[in-house]
């Protein structure tokens, strides 16, 4: 069997924002019963308040399921990655059109390792073929030097110069997408993406564990590493 670094994933997610701790929770337990590889968690207010209760929904995330969860939240300082992580999440995703400074990430990376480090990227802001314009690989190798070690894109839309630009980031790739406009098999068999974080399933009757088995069977490639 190949080793587990050499699958890609399909990680559900749950935009937290507006939604109860108990809505949550359920997602949660349904995405672990559904065969999801991981689970995606994120919440980006700036309400300090709401900050407070999304860490507790995640922490509760952890102890209830044994998914490995990725936690999204604004990060403006060291203490924002440390809370983060702290809760059991065993990666932070925070937007790079949020931050303040990249010494953060290095402080971040420093204390609790690269590999805890992910940036998110917004392809789209407001302009869907801003990908194609985007320094992606100099913008990750900037990361890279200041502790991230894999971006997040959202709102991709795929042509030949994102698929290279995606081939040629310099760090793996998770792509977040709600396939509306993609499809898994395009996105899976993208070279360079680890995996593709989604909210398609959670409406779907459809089950994360059938999928994971018909992509692989018609679309494994390994991500660079």
């Known amino acids: 069997m190949e080793s587990d670094e050499n699958w890609k ?13 108990q809505s ?14 991981e689970l995606f968690l994120y919440n980006y207010t700036v309400d300090s308040t709401e900050q407070e209760e999304f860490l507790h929904i995640v922490r509760k995330a952890v102890k209830q399921t044994e998914l490995p969860i990725i936690i999204g939240c604004l990060v403006k300082r060291f203490e924002d990655i440390k809370k983060a992580l702290y809760t059991g999440a065993y990666q932070v995703v925070t937007p790079y059109n949020k931050l303040e400074s990249l010494e953060v990430l290095k402080e971040g990376a420093k204390r609790f390792g690269k590999e805890k480090i992910v940036v998110e990227l ?8 801003k ?3 985007l320094p992606v690989h100099e913008l990750s190798k900037t990361l890279a030097e200041n502790g991230a070690r894999m971006l997040l894109i959202k709102h991709l839309t795929v042509t030949e110069k994102t698929r290279e630009k995606i081939k040629n980031a310099g760090m793996p790739v998770i792509i977040r997408d709600s396939l509306l406009r993609n499809d898994m098999e395009t996105l899976l068999s993208m ?13 779907k009757d459809s ?15 390994s991500p660079t590493q």
């Open 191 to 203: 070279e360079n993406v680890a995996g593709v974080a989604t909210d398609y399933y959670e409406k």
């Open 207 to 221: 089950n994360c564990r059938d999928w994971i088995c018909w992509i692989v069977k018609c679309c494994f490639v």
């Open 131 to 133: 990908m194609e314009s």
């Open 24 to 37: 949550v929770l359920g997602k949660a337990q349904q995405y672990e019963q559904s065969g999801a590889d």
């Open 9 to 21: 994933k399909i990680i559900p997610y749950i935009n937290a924002e507006n939604e109860t701790e």
């Open 122 to 129: 917004d392809a789209s802001n407001g302009d869907r073929d």
